[in-house]
């Protein structure tokens, strides 16, 4: 006889709910922006009654606030600590742009992008956490940036800071465009990395795939 199978204790019940509210209301914000969120139609997107979205975020801010996180944790999943993981800079920086591409690739991805033009200019929580996650990024590949100057496998250019901030508008601005045009999104990705970079082009077929 088969065993039945064990029932979600409420915890798990709860973080699934939560984690569906969450993707339902990023493929939103991705589409429609924070101005346009509705939580009832965040609700009814991921299954759920009216009464589960504010049984878990007090209003439409929390709820972003959360999304944002999430998005960032996703993309550090998935992305940062791969690049982490290299010791040589440009592999690192690398890595990112080519991670990056395939991260774009679900539909959730253009969540910061939309936010952070939707927010550009203005005072609010939700901005400001955005802001905050692009200054990391902006921070952590300028250290990289400088890094690959100094052992000389990046070459000189503008101050590592400026550098870097090109970079990750390059990297955003091609995954968010090419989203989901595999195999293209990779090649098109790493030759503009590299370009900002100031690194020669990848030989024909160097470009590998990442899954």
């Known amino acids: 006889m088969t065993e039945p199978k064990p029932r979600r204790t409420q915890a798990e019940r709860r973080a699934r709910t939560r984690d569906a509210l969450l993707e339902a209301a990023a493929r939103r914000l991705s589409t429609h922006g924070y101005a346009n969120l509705m939580l009832e139609r965040v609700a009814r997107d991921a299954g759920y009654s009216r009464g589960a979205v504010y049984h878990l975020f007090t209003n439409k801010e929390e709820l ?28 690192a920086l690398t890595t990112i742009a080519h991670r990056h591409a395939v991260f774009c690739r679900r539909d959730v991805a253009r969540v910061l992008m939309t936010l952070r033009v939707e927010f550009a200019g203005q005072e609010h929580p939700v901005g400001a956490a955005i802001t905050e996650i692009i200054d990391r990024l902006d921070s952590e590949c300028a250290a990289l940036i400088a890094a690959g100057r100094a052992n000389g496998t990046i070459p000189a250019g503008p101050p590592p800071r400026q550098t870097a901030a090109a970079y990750t508008a390059v990297v955003e601005a091609v995954g968010i465009e090419l989203a989901g045009q595999d195999p293209h999104d990779i090649t098109l990705m790493d030759r503009a990395a590299r370009g900002v970079l100031g690194l020669p082009g990848p030989s024909e077929g160097d470009t590998e795939e990442v899954r």
Not at 75 to 88: C, H, L, M, N
């Open 64 to 91: 972003a606030l959360a999304v944002v996180t999430w998005v960032r944790d996703t993309w550090e999943a998935e992305v940062g600590r791969f690049a982490a993981a290299q010791t040589d800079p440009v592999e």
